[in-house]
């Protein structure tokens, strides 16, 4: 698929405004770490899945968009409406796999009708990489800026593994701070270790493996449009 090739049709009005493990929690009234001066890694190019509880789990795509930020696009698995689905525990890279060779995309196996549309970069504080996920497709009637963020410190487990650590934007280490991102900065530099403020519960966002790549692209064609 060439980069000029590609467009999304309607996948605003569909738009997943927060990622489903996210929730309010991580949510930030501004961006950590400033994307003029970041540098993508490489090694997070690419495909991904979390698994998010509850028999749920969603692709997340890291596209370079330049030198310092990617194109995240998110993408829930959801079971067509001719399909029963109900013999998978999506609980490991195991069950998805499963999943994906043994059932087709659409309406009679697994289908997708959301897309979330990110811009992703990543920050150093404190010695940690933090990464900021900023909702796009959320236009205000004066600004393309959104209202709310979403911020995690990453670690690198291998190469196929990345831990996600929700920063809790509700803590009350944030309560007297100003609504700046160099204040916000402070903070998470100064808390670290503090688990109100950084859980300690990592998520882990698992590689998508090269032969399964194929049935991430069919579902992905479900809500993206390609002019040819």
């Known amino acids: 698929m060439k980069p000029n090739k590609r467009s999304i049709s309607g996948a605003m009005l569909m738009?997943?405004?927060?990622?489903?493990?996210?929730?309010l929690l991580a949510c930030m009234p501004v961006p950590i770490g400033d994307p003029e001066r970041s540098r993508i890694d490489p090694d997070i190019s690419g495909v991904w899945v979390l698994m998010e509880g509850d028999n749920d789990a969603s692709f997340y795509a890291f596209e370079p968009y330049d030198k310092r930020?990617?194109?995240?696009?998110s993408l829930p698995i959801e079971q067509g409406v001719a399909a029963d689905l109900s013999g998978y525990e999506l609980d490991s890279y195991t069950d998805l796999a499963g999943l994906i060779e043994n059932e087709s995309v659409g309406?009679?196996?697994v289908t997708a009708t959301k897309i979330g549309m990110y811009?992703?970069?990543?920050?150093?504080?404190g010695g940690e990489w933090f990464m900021?996920?900023?909702?796009?497709?959320l236009i205000g009637e004066d600004s393309f800026e959104p209202e709310i963020w979403f911020v995690f410190r990453i670690e690198k487990v291998d190469e196929n593994t990345i831990n996600l650590y929700l920063v809790n934007g509700e803590s009350k280490a944030f309560n007297e701070?100003?609504?700046?991102?160099?204040?916000?900065?402070?903070?998470?530099?100064?808390?670290l270790e503090n688990e109100d403020v950084i859980t300690d519960d990592p998520i882990p966002m698992i590689r998508v493996r090269p032969e399964h790549r194929a049935f991430f692209e069919k579902l992905a064609s479900e809500v993206i449009s390609v002019d040819q």
Do not use: F, M, S
Not at 177 to 191: F, P
């Open 15 to 23: 738009l997943v405004i927060t990622p489903v493990i996210i929730g």
């Open 69 to 73: 930020t990617w194109l995240l696009t």
């Open 107 to 109: 309406a009679d196996g």
């Open 119 to 125: 811009k992703a970069w990543r920050t150093k504080l």
């Open 132 to 137: 900021t996920w900023e909702p796009k497709g």
């Open 177 to 191: 701070v100003q609504k700046t991102r160099r204040a916000y900065e402070r903070v998470l530099k100064n808390n």
